[in-house]
């Protein structure tokens, strides 16, 4: 939702960035306030990963010029765990599998360190397998899935709602969703986009990085960016997001070219 | 990331200290007199002497094995001193007793003997370089008929038994080192546990290398007689020196009929320095033999330490439906080398054998999983289980699996299971997306890997094992 006089969680300004040499992102500006929902759409390959990833810090991605300013402090003098800690969270495109490690312990980790670094309480494991448990039941997933190895042999739906788990817990200021929605089911969108639902309030933000209008049924946008070639070249309310639906991209690109001739 | 990483693993060795103990050093070199010379020391019975002198006889004939795959300087075992013993009161009744100089080295090493005994009630055969110094809890074992004590005092106490036994698991002849051990060895745990009883504590001893340039000939042997079961566990760290130091020693295990031998081991030996330079050969020989009905030989090891690791944890499945099992995790960092596993031999009908080993390597190390498995034409009816799982953190290191299976019956079974896998980067990015820093995230990749083994581990050890990996290996990714 907007609100009046709200504070900036996020603000990008005309970044550009590079991975092995090539450059992706190019000049991206965007805002985004306390309260609001942002949708990013896109072709494939447009660089909403990598504006995802490089938010949260991850070290493949060379940023080559412009600013990002997360709740009024420099995000690249952060690592990405402080990032984290201070409340961005990305729920990847593909999470990664992690053998070996259980996910109870994983998550319980993550949680008190996180925890701990907010200055509030950490949970001992009896007190974190209610908690945990409590927010598993609203997402619907079996606790079965707290004794697995993280993510190890998960369905790709699986894995989406155990990272939408994550960022229920982790309560974060910032929450980045790149395509949460590909890969779930109907009732898994419909409850994975409750649960994103119940995070968003006055005090943080979301992106979703999207291919289909349908998760916008459920989680309402504030806005509708459209990315092409490394920047976001064109911004609307829901409705944009329909009109993607029904005519495709194309159009965007060429009405973005003709009105940058026009006023050249 | 990478060079949080680097810095993470590169932490200095934390037990690096030499204490001042005054020790009682023999000259370098060997020969038959140096033997008789540490024999006479050691007032030791005729017999013993001539174990010695045969086995010295043996070795000169002997080469130094070239097939494992590690590499090293030549060993000038005429630049070695082949006696040293701190210079104390054998015989202490109480940790009272024991020299304070002594007990500071262990404070020092994190783990306070007093505080370790009085919370995990192990009984603790301290070995200070050569000599053993202090035994505890001798009274409670003896109780109920145990014997534990040093090799020298088994020797004069309980001469008949260290006789009966000595060698018969490792002859003197097995290979280089162990023959060498054969002439040379000054000290080491003597436990032996009578028919029908169940030890009622674990029993501990802790190593420590203290002399410069002292090779180290440790000697034990273990004996459990039919019904009886013990479990033995045996940890060491070293001072940071930065010449090497040879290590070869000799572990004996016999359990008879329905016997039940646990021996855990965490080995923290100084490794040498992140260049390469320095640290402990540990190249020991240990073998249990599984001679009675329903016996059973199960080695535990937790491999951290010393710059190369030459070891074999070995059963001999002699008894019908004997059990031997080999859990190990072996860590490599830095330009340390590690060609480690074991050697499962069945002879007895439906003997079974279960293999787990878990290899790690950081830095420009090399860590070899080498393997036997070998049923005999008499045992039918054998199974073996092998897992063998290396790691790879980094991009400089090198893991290797050499397995031997050898069958000369077609009633058995036997499994081979290998894995090779890798931390990567972006397994880091995830943990650091959810504000877990590379040092931890490292940690729990490690111990989730190494799961199946720490669980074999008594508890107050796995949770030393647990904090030694972390240290050893935390942020070593590239
Ligand atoms: N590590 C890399 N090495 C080389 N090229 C890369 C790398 N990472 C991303 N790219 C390239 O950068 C471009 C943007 O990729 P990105 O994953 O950000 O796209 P996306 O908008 O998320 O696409 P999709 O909708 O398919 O998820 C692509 O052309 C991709 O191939
Ligand atoms: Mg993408």
């Not at chain 1, 660089?47 to 997360?70: N, Q, R, W």
């Not at chain 1, 200055?119 to 974190?128: I, R, V």
């Not at chain 2, 001072?239 to 080995?267: C, G, M, R, W």
């Not at chain 2, 992140?274 to 329903?294: D, H, P, Q, W």
Request: charged fraction near 20%.
């Amino acid at each position: 939702m907007i609100y009046p006089d709200s504070k900036i969680v996020l603000e990008v300004r005309g970044l550009c960035a590079s991975v092995n040499g090539t450059e992706i992102l190019k000049g991206l500006d965007l805002t985004v306030r306390r309260g609001e929902v942002h949708a990013i759409m896109g072709p494939n390959g447009s660089g909403k990963s990598t504006f995802s990833k490089i938010l949260a810090g991850h070290s493949a991605y060379e940023v080559t010029g412009g600013t990002v300013m997360f709740e009024g402090q420099n995000l690249f003098d952060m690592e990405p765990e402080e990032r984290a800690r201070a409340g961005v969270f990305l729920a990847f495109q593909y999470p990664i599998e992690i053998p070996g490690v259980i996910n109870s312990q994983f998550l319980r980790l993550t949680y008190n360190t996180v925890q701990t670094h907010r200055d509030k309480e950490e949970l001992d494991p009896l007190e974190f397998d209610d908690y945990v448990r409590e927010k598993m039941k609203l997402l619907e997933m079996s606790p079965d899935f707290l004794e697995r190895s993280v993510n190890e042999g998960f369905s790709g739906g699986e894995k989406k709602r155990n990272e939408i788990l994550q960022m229920a817990m982790l309560d974060p200021r910032l929450a980045i969703l790149d395509e949460t929605d590909s890969g779930l089911d109907i009732d898994a969108l419909r409850i994975v986009a409750n649960g994103v639902n119940q995070l968003a309030g006055k005090d943080n933000a979301i992106v979703m990085v999207t291919h289909y209008q349908r998760l916008l049924n459920y989680i309402v946008p504030d806005y509708v960016h459209v990315m092409e070639a490394g920047r976001i070249i064109k911004t609307g309310d829901k409705e944009l997001a329909l009109e993607l639906e029904a005519r495709g991209y194309d159009w965007v690109g060429a009405e973005c070219k003709a009105a940058s001739e026009a006023a050249a | 990331m990478s060079a949080t990483l680097q810095n993470l693993v590169n932490q200095p060795y934390k037990h690096g200290f030499v204490t001042s103990i005054e020790s009682d050093v023999a000259p370098k070199g060997l020969n038959a007199d140096t033997i008789r010379m540490i024999s006479a020391k050691k007032k030791e019975p005729e017999w013993l002497l001539e174990f010695r002198l045969k086995s010295y006889e043996a070795w000169l004939k002997m080469e130094e094995p070239t097939w494992p795959n590690v590499h090293y300087p030549k060993i000038d075992f005429q630049e070695i001193s082949y006696y040293s013993a701190p210079k104390q009161k054998p015989k202490l009744k109480s940790m009272d007793e024991v020299d304070p100089e002594l007990l500071r080295t262990f404070e020092k090493l994190g783990v306070p003997l007093h505080e370790r005994m009085a919370l995990a009630g192990v009984a603790v055969d301290v070995i200070f370089d050569s000599v053993s110094v202090a035994t505890t809890y001798k009274d409670k074992l003896a109780e109920v008929g145990i014997i534990f004590c040093s090799m020298s005092e088994a020797v004069q106490d309980h001469p008949e038994l260290v006789q009966k036994y000595l060698g018969t698991v490792i002859p003197s002849t097995d290979n280089f080192y162990a023959a060498l051990n054969s002439a040379v060895f000054t000290d080491g745990s003597f436990c032996y546990i009578p028919k029908g009883v169940k030890c009622p504590m674990d029993l501990s001893t802790y190593f420590r290398i203290n002399t410069e340039e002292s090779g180290q000939f440790e000697r034990t042997l273990i004996v459990a007689e039919e019904g009886a079961s013990v479990s033995y566990l045996e940890g060491c760290t070293a001072p940071a020196f930065s010449s090497n130091q040879l290590h070869a020693a000799v572990v004996e295990l016999v359990a008879l009929d329905n016997a039940d031998i646990k021996y855990s081991t965490v080995q923290n030996w100084y490794a040498g320095d992140e260049k390469g330079v320095g640290g402990i050969y540990n190249f020991v020989t240990k073998r249990g033999l599984a001679k009675g009905v329903n016996s059973r030989i199960s080695w535990t090891q937790v491999e951290t330490g010393s710059a190369i690791t030459w070891k074999y944890p070995s059963c001999v499945l002699l008894g019908d439906n004997s059990v031997g099992e080999f859990y190990s995790v072996a860590v490599t960092n830095h330009y340390q080398q590690a060609d480690t596993g074991t050697k499962m031999i069945h002879i007895g009908k439906n003997t079974r054998s279960t293999i787990v080993s878990k290899g790690i390597s950081a830095g420009h190390s090399n860590n070899s999983y080498r393997g036997l498995v070998k049923v005999a034409p008499s045992a039918t009816g054998a199974r073996n289980y092998s897992q063998c799982d290396s790691m790879l953190v980094g991009h400089h290191s090198g893991a290797h699996t050499f397995p031997y299976i050898q069958v000369a019956n077609n009633c058995s079974q036997v499994e081979h299971e290998a894995s090779t896998s890798k931390i990567g980067e972006d397994q880091l990015f995830y943990f650091a997306q959810r504000g877990i820093d590379a040092e931890a995230a490292v940690s729990m990749i490690i111990n989730g890997f190494c799961k199946d083994v720490f669980q074999q581990l008594p508890m107050e050890f796995a949770v030393e094992a647990t904090a030694l990996l972390s240290f050893k290996l935390e942020g070593s990714v590239g």
